[in-house]
């Protein structure tokens, strides 16, 4: 039996220099317990999981880190600047996290609202600025505009996150139309970041011809999250080979699929 | 634990201060002299659970630490429990009192090899009338980084020397117990121990106390947190993980002390 490798030819996901086996890369965040974490992770297949910098708690010294039940030496490691309000902030937090000494990319997040942790462009342009200065791999989290994402990539952003739809609202790919347009204007990689609800929400994203995407609510909210990480695994897949394979024009009237000649 | 955190000078119990009894009344007239400095070390052989449980419910108000026990430590509320040589693992007594500070007897550098949060070092000065194990043995504790607590033939006039070789507090039975006027003997005792030895410092938004001039890497230990699992940022400055064995705390200053934590 032939598998889906077999019958179609992708090129490697490559970011910042370094090569991803998968397109679809995953937060390790709200999950209910760290053995839920971990196996929903290994089910998606995912090579690139985010984390989060935070305070270690002083009052319960024997609290665990997400280290020691995330092997860095299987997965590659995405620190991000969730959280973060200003460009000042986002460049601290992301200094503090390359000093952990793993990679030198960062997720960076500059975020503008509290209510619907909208990106604040301008502070993350400024901040995407300074830490590409510093040698950072930049994968600047975005909304889905054209010209902010064309002064990120002038910036030197080594890939570009526009949003489906605010983080965590699971409302899936709101403007299809804008995120195929910032993936047909830029050069650098463009992943879709935070949205999706369900596998038909990252295929459909997937199809828009994107480089891959980013997800953590969507599996680790799930009833199941290990059968649905396993889920965007196939629909992140299907939604690739689709948009590889080149879809049928849409038409408004219908075309017999059966031949209308040699009827009785 | 932060040294800063631990009192300076325990007076310990044996069987003999028990059975002449009034230990509750002795302990209280020597702990309104030594405040916060001062603390209680339950240790018996000879009382059943409920006598020590008893005992222990007497001193309210004053720190206590309960010897190998850390259910009646827990039960009791004392905040420290004390591991002589035949006591369980120090993981074992960590179990049953999660938030007890365990502070392990060594009684030479090979028992310096505990994962406790202090050490109560000894015997120092002298043994059973005999000499001692000498200053070394501070010496060697005190390289664990964690804080020592030096015992055997400690008085107010050789207190300076244990401090002098590395010690953060002393601990006495007779000098204590036996004193004409016990509260008189504290006095003497923190009189003995050089003052200023604790700065104040502010970790992660938390005000601390914190043993003064100690390294970066001492107050890691102290606090039980790996240095591979945290970054460090003094002053609004990161501190690279090869460095923090030759920074040095000082007065007023300010840490932060981050890991990963799962995000999206």
């Known amino acids: 039996m032939q598998t889906t490798t077999d019958v179609f030819t992708d090129t490697p996901l490559v970011i910042g220099g370094r090569t991803f086996r998968s397109r679809l890369m995953v937060g390790s965040g709200r999950h209910r317990s760290n053995e839920l974490l971990v196996r929903s992770i290994d089910a998606s297949g995912a090579d690139v999981v985010t984390v989060a910098v935070r305070r270690v708690d002083l009052d319960r010294t024997k609290s665990e880190g997400v280290l020691y039940h995330l092997d860095p030496s299987r997965w590659f490691l995405l620190a991000n600047t969730a959280g973060c309000y200003t460009a000042e902030d986002a460049i601290r937090y992301a200094r503090l996290a390359r000093a952990a000494g793993f ?63 605010p983080i965590g609202s699971g409302l899936g790919l709101l403007n299809p139309y804008h995120v195929r347009t910032i993936k047909s204007r830029l050069t650098v990689p463009v992943i879709v970041d935070a949205g999706v609800g369900t596998a038909s929400d990252a295929c459909l994203v997937m199809e828009q011809g994107v480089d891959g995407i980013l997800m953590n609510t969507a599996i680790a909210e799930a009833r199941d999250p290990v059968a649905m990480a396993h889920a965007m695994k196939l629909a992140t897949e299907s939604g690739r080979a689709a948009y590889l394979a080149g879809r049928m024009p849409k038409r408004e009237i219908a075309v017999p699929s059966s031949p209308t000649q040699g009827m009785l | 634990m932060i040294a800063a955190a631990l009192p300076r000078l ?113 015997a120092i000065f002298e043994k059973d009338g005999g000499p001692g194990a000498g200053l070394g043995l501070i010496e060697a504790a005190a390289k664990t980084g964690k804080p020592v607590i030096a015992v055997g033939g400690v008085t107010p ?52 106390r914190a043993t003064a001039s100690a390294t970066l890497e001492q107050l890691l230990a102290q606090l039980s947190l790996d240095p591979r699992a945290v970054v460090v940022e003094h002053n609004r400055e990161i501190v690279r993980r090869e460095q923090l064995a030759a920074r040095r705390i000082a007065e007023g200053d300010a840490l932060e002390i981050v890991h990963f934590v799962g995000g999206g």
């Open chain 1, 103 to 165: 990679n030198e990319f960062i997720k960076l997040e500059v975020i503008g609202d509290e209510k619907t942790l909208l990106p604040d462009t301008a502070g993350l342009l400024e901040a995407t600025k300074v830490l590409v200065k510093e040698g950072f791999v930049v994968m600047a989290y975005t909304n889905e505009d054209l010209i902010t994402a064309l002064r990120l990539e002038d910036a030197g952003a080594a890939a570009v996150m526009p949003l489906a739809s």
């Open chain 2, 10 to 122: 325990w007076a310990l119990t044996d069987d003999r201060v028990i059975a002449e009894g009034r230990v509750a009344d002795r302990a209280r007239l020597m702990a309104d002299a030594g405040r916060a400095e001062f603390a209680v070390g339950l240790r018996s052989t000879a009382l059943t659970d409920r006598a020590l449980m008893a005992l222990a419910s007497q001193l309210g108000g004053i720190q206590v630490g309960i010897s190998g026990r850390a259910d009646i430590a827990r039960a009791a509320g004392a905040a420290f429990v004390l591991k002589g040589r035949g006591a369980l693992p120090v993981a074992d007594l960590r179990n049953v009192a999660p938030s007890a500070v365990v502070i392990a007897s060594a009684h030479d550098a090979a028992e310096l090899d505990q994962d406790a949060d202090a050490f109560l070092a000894g």
């Open chain 2, 157 to 208: 006039s050789n207190a300076a020397r244990a401090i002098a070789a590395g010690a953060w507090g002393v601990a006495a039975i007779r000098a204590l117990w036996d004193a004409a006027d016990p509260p008189a003997a504290v006095r003497a005792f923190l009189q003995a121990l050089p003052a200023a030895a604790a700065v104040s410092v502010t970790i992660n938004g938390q005000p601390k």
